[in-house]
């Protein structure tokens, strides 16, 4: 059973008369400790798709498996819930908490944590220092976003999406925002963690350098599946759209699930 | 129960953050719910400063004191008719006789004209009071000058001056002896008095002031000041007072006073009084009742100013919303409830109403002792004002701070962290 199994996925936003098909049926399976990078054009449904998966958007049809719950059915309070201890996202734009310290930053998630995951008041503290050490910014914790760099952001949202021990690490576009020096610095954190913890990491981005160092590479192109690449194995399977010919046998393989609607685009 | 506390403790923590992130804004906020609360406070404990005086000033009365005026809800043409004229000469001969009022030991009428008092190129308008000699003892009158006029003086031009009016007129120059004009405003006829008493300060009373009054004998105020016959000849009064013999006798002399008016008036059984017997105790729960509506009255006035206080906090919620949807986002997209949004906010609003209120209180109280100060009321502080107030800054705290903090709540995530 994988960490993540997504059937058929939709999301269609009504912008008045007009719908936007930001997801076209999308399927997908993401093991325990895997890492992967989605890549695509710009507008291709990268975003919408992060969101889907990291539980804080829901699909308009399709369903999602994660950890074995069938998260598509859950009401709002229990995907809150799934988000605080199961997955840790990562913005491009860091979106830390004005005027407030590294430290408290990072203890944020566990003031939101309930019953099972709740960790005690007193070991709070200690738990956030712990993270910001993992990235590296044990000397920065009473820093406010303000007097810090850009990479350095980063590495302290990251430890906030580290301090619950969640399962994934997703990070939409993570360097985005970076110069390559600080954007090399981040990415060695993820390496770490994915490397020293085997956290699953989950990655969206346009840096064809940074994709490679993923086991796997989705492209998306208009809200579909278009290609996947795996452990330089580039190329070896084709879009979705002119797959024949190609065995089901390796389809399943690289974890890409034939949709039996999926051949039709439109 | 303390991780309940802590919980508790951190909410308050992560409120106070928020709220002094923008002090200057949170700052104004509160201004709003002093003002309102202090207003409240101090309207309040001076609508109460004045109720106690009133309610003072009628206890010196006496508590024995019955008071026959005439009224004017009486059958017309009986009796004398109703209105000014209903309580007669009659009147007070049949109240006066211990057969009739048994427990009455003190009867003192009063016939009252208004006028300009003049003495040389002075004059003003006073009451002249026309009574009997025993007013002096009704009221417990002390003499500064002279003499209060006694029986044997009625219907001679005499006069007793009130403490004000001498001091008006002459100053400090001892006027017994002296004359002075009394021009009555319901005859336009002068009269010539001559000065034979004047009566120490006695301090304001509510109903009429004895120090800006002057006494003549009774007959000399119906006769020569004014005619105070009714419409059948016979010589009317504005009042007559009653004293009982103790305080459990006022009861059985209201009833007495009342079956003796009534049989002297001729009026039947269906018939309405036309006169009114008031007492002490009614005429504290008439006043009480008028003080009561002006205090609720003040507290209303009081009430609005908290209430637009409470639209500013309102106001200043949403705006702090509107502001941070980007900080709900992410709270909610590291796991916070929509309960746990709604908390915070609510937090800030509560706060933000508490500390107001609290601080109300303290201006309210200071501006009641300001008042003071003036010398012209003594407000008092009451419990209830201080409830009241605090309980209506918590209410619209809440009342105001729901919607905001409700609307923060429901913001999806990836929405909240859209906005721009
Ligand atoms: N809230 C929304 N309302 C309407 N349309 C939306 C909304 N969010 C996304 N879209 C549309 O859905 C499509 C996919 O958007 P998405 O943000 O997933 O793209 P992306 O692949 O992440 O692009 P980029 O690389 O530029 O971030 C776009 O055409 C976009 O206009
Ligand atoms: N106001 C401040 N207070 C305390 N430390 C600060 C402040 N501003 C910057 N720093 C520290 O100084 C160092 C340099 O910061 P600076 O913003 O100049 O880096 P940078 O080279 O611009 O990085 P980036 O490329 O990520 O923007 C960082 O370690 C940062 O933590
Ligand atoms: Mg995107
Ligand atoms: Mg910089």
């Not at chain 1, 993401?30 to 992967?36: N, P, S, T, Y």
């Not at chain 1, 939101?112 to 995951?117: A, I, Q, T, V």
């Not at chain 2, 508590?63 to 005439?70: A, S």
């Not at chain 2, 003003?124 to 009704?138: N, P």
């Amino acid at each position: 059973m994988s960490l993540i199994e997504i059937r058929d996925l939709t999301k269609v936003y009504q912008m008045g008369e007009v719908e936007v098909h930001a997801l076209n049926g999308v399927s997908l399976d993401i093991d325990q400790g895997e890492w992967v990078a989605i890549m695509g054009p710009s507008g291709s449904g990268k975003s919408t798709m992060m969101h889907i998966i990291g539980c804080l958007d829901i699909p308009t049809s399709g369903s999602y498996i994660l950890d074995g719950v069938d998260v598509s059915q859950m009401v709002e309070s229990q995907l809150a819930a799934v988000r605080n201890h199961k997955i840790g996202f990562v913005f491009q734009a860091y979106n830390l908490l004005a005027r407030t310290s590294a430290i408290k930053q990072v203890m944020l998630p566990m003031q939101y944590s309930r019953d099972g995951s709740r960790v005690p008041r007193a070991e709070r503290r200690e738990r956030a220092e712990e993270a910001l050490e993992v990235v590296g910014m044990a000397d920065r914790i009473n820093h406010r976003p303000s007097e810090l760099s850009g990479g350095e952001r980063q590495r302290v949202a990251i430890a906030r999406a580290l301090v619950t021990n969640p399962s994934i690490l997703m990070a939409d576009e993570p360097t985005g925002n970076l110069d390559s020096k600080s954007g090399i610095e981040v990415m060695e954190v993820f390496h770490r963690l994915h490397e020293g913890r085997g956290i699953t990491v989950v990655m969206v981005t346009h840096d064809e350098a940074i994709s490679a160092d993923a086991e796997r590479v989705i492209r998306l192109f208009d809200g579909r599946i278009e290609r996947v690449d795996r452990n330089g194995l580039r190329s070896e399977v084709e879009s979705q759209k002119s797959k024949v010919g190609i065995p089901a046998q390796l389809m399943s393989d690289v974890g890409v699930v034939t949709p039996d609607k999926g051949s039709e685009r439109c | 129960m303390l991780t309940q506390l802590g919980d508790l403790w951190e909410s308050v923590r992560v409120a106070l953050d928020g709220l002094l992130a923008n002090k200057m804004r949170s700052a104004l906020t509160m201004l709003g719910v002093i003002i309102g609360v202090a207003a409240v406070i101090a309207l309040m404990s001076i609508g109460a400063g004045v109720q106690a005086e009133i309610t003072e000033q009628i206890s010196s009365l006496g508590t024995n004191i019955l008071i026959v005026i005439p009224s004017s809800s009486g059958r017309v043409g009986n009796g004398g008719g109703g209105g000014a004229g209903s309580i007669t000469m009659d009147d007070l001969d049949a109240l006066s006789d211990p057969a009739n009022v048994p427990d009455a030991s003190l009867v003192v009428p009063e016939y009252s004209v208004s006028g300009q008092i003049i003495y040389g190129d002075n004059n003003f308008s006073v009451s002249a009071v026309g009574t009997t000699a025993e007013y002096q003892a009704l009221y417990e009158l002390g003499v500064a000058s002279g003499e209060f006029f006694t029986a044997q003086d009625g219907g001679d031009k005499v006069a007793v001056l009130g403490s004000n009016v001498a001091a008006d007129l002459f100053g400090d120059f001892d006027p017994v002896g002296l004359k002075i004009k009394f021009n009555s405003a319901t005859s336009g006829q002068t009269t010539s008095l001559k000065i034979v008493g004047v009566l120490e300060e006695e301090g304001g009373s509510m109903f009429a002031s004895t120090d800006d009054s002057i006494f003549v004998p009774l007959d000399t105020a119906q006769t020569r000041l004014a005619n105070a016959r009714n419409t059948l000849g016979a010589l009317t009064l504005n009042r007559i007072s009653v004293v009982a013999t103790s305080e459990e006798t006022v009861a059985p002399v209201n009833d007495q006073i009342e079956g003796v008016l009534r049989a002297d008036h001729d009026l039947d059984l269906t018939d309405d009084d036309d006169f009114s017997v008031i007492n002490q105790a009614e005429m504290l729960d008439t006043v009480t009742a008028v003080t009561d509506t002006l205090t609720v009255f003040l507290g209303a006035i009081a009430g609005i100013s908290l209430l637009v206080g409470g639209i500013g906090i309102m106001n200043i919620m949403l705006v702090s919303v509107t502001e941070r949807t980007r900080e709900i986002g992410l709270r909610k997209a590291i796991g916070a409830q929509r309960s746990d949004i709604l908390f915070q906010f609510l937090m800030e609003a509560i706060i933000l109403s508490l500390l107001g209120g609290f601080i109300g209180i303290l201006v309210g109280v200071g501006m009641g002792q300001l008042v003071n100060l003036t010398g012209m009321v003594t407000s008092v502080v009451t419990l209830s004002s201080i409830a009241l107030a605090v309980g209506f800054s918590v209410a619209i705290g809440l009342f105001f701070g729901i919607y905001p903090a409700n609307q923060a709540a429901k913001l999806s995530p990836i929405e909240a962290l859209r906005y721009e």
